[in-house]
């Protein structure tokens, strides 16, 4: 009769546990620390609250989920400012908790930009640019004012963190004074812009040589290399780009005229027919 009684027992635990694992879920939220504690909406339902347990990157969180408000201090729970985390809230689902302050953990740039320079290394030009009080790891794009119009020119992955830091990007640079926009692209679209300006150890001026188009060759030659962009005269669509001192038209449409980018110059050609 007891053995009864206890497998009954374990019977309705059984059916308890599986009826309240059937009815919990998951809301996953990914985002990036920034001295900021998680403040969670708990909803009390007639069993108790709505969230059964909270993970951050794997780990279970130390916090009090027994409570109308949950507050998760990542601190607490080993994150350091500028971390990355995925957390996972379980929860019954008949409600959903809210987290108060979603957009405190979006990714917000705060970097400052300490210096730059351009050196010419074997032949290659690089820019050179020192940033530091990075919030975190964020993409920085790369402007270069040519012929009065910003052309992006390239970007690197910043690395997050206060300390100085020297990125580098490979380049074209102009004779003279070159001016640059450092940039980075918040998740609600707004910039954070630093523009510099740095004087190039170039000194050669490039000039277009020669568009030549014969049966055999079909290509315009510069004086020396430089970044060019082709772009086409009737829908201003880019057509050609790159970095050469000489550049192979052959696979542009025929009897179209275009628009060459170089240096600080512009200059109009045509596409012969043949």
């Known amino acids: 009769m007891y053995l009864k009684v206890i497998r009954r027992f374990l019977t309705l635990l059984i059916v308890c546990v599986s009826v309240s694992n059937l009815f919990s879920a998951e809301l996953e939220f990914n985002g990036t620390y920034y001295v900021q504690n998680a403040y969670i909406k708990n909803p009390a339902l007639q069993s108790g609250f709505c969230i059964q347990g909270i993970t951050l990157n794997g780990k279970k969180v130390d916090s009090n989920i027994n409570t109308g408000l949950v507050v998760v201090d990542f601190s607490k729970n080993g994150l350091k400012s500028g971390d990355t985390f995925t957390m996972i809230i379980k929860y019954d689902e008949s409600d959903i908790p809210v987290i108060i302050n979603r957009k405190a953990f979006e990714s917000a740039s705060t970097f400052e930009l300490v210096s730059a320079k351009i050196e010419m290394e074997n032949g290659n030009t690089n820019l050179y640019f020192t940033i530091k009080d ?114 192979d038209i052959s696979s542009l449409p025929r009897k179209k005229k275009y628009f060459i980018s170089y240096e600080e110059n512009f200059k109009t050609f045509k596409r012969k027919k043949k």
């Not at 970007?155 to 830091?165: P, Y």
């Not at 640079?173 to 510099?196: A, H, M, V, W």
């Not at 014969?214 to 970095?243: C, M, P, S």
């Open 134 to 247: 990075e919030t975190s790891p964020m993409p920085f794009y790369i402007d270069h004012l040519r012929a009065n119009k910003w052309v992006r020119i390239g970007a690197v992955i910043g690395k997050g963190g206060k300390e100085e830091k020297q990125y580098m990007l490979p380049m074209t640079s102009l004779p003279g004074e070159n001016k640059f926009k450092i940039y980075q692209i918040n998740n609600d679209d707004t910039q954070r812009c630093r523009e510099i300006s740095v004087e190039s150890p170039k000194k050669e001026v490039v000039e277009l040589k020669k568009i030549v188009q014969n049966k055999k060759v079909k290509e315009i030659r510069f004086t020396g290399t430089t970044e060019y962009i082709i772009v086409d005269k009737e829908f201003g669509n880019t057509k050609l780009r790159g970095t050469s001192n000489t550049v």
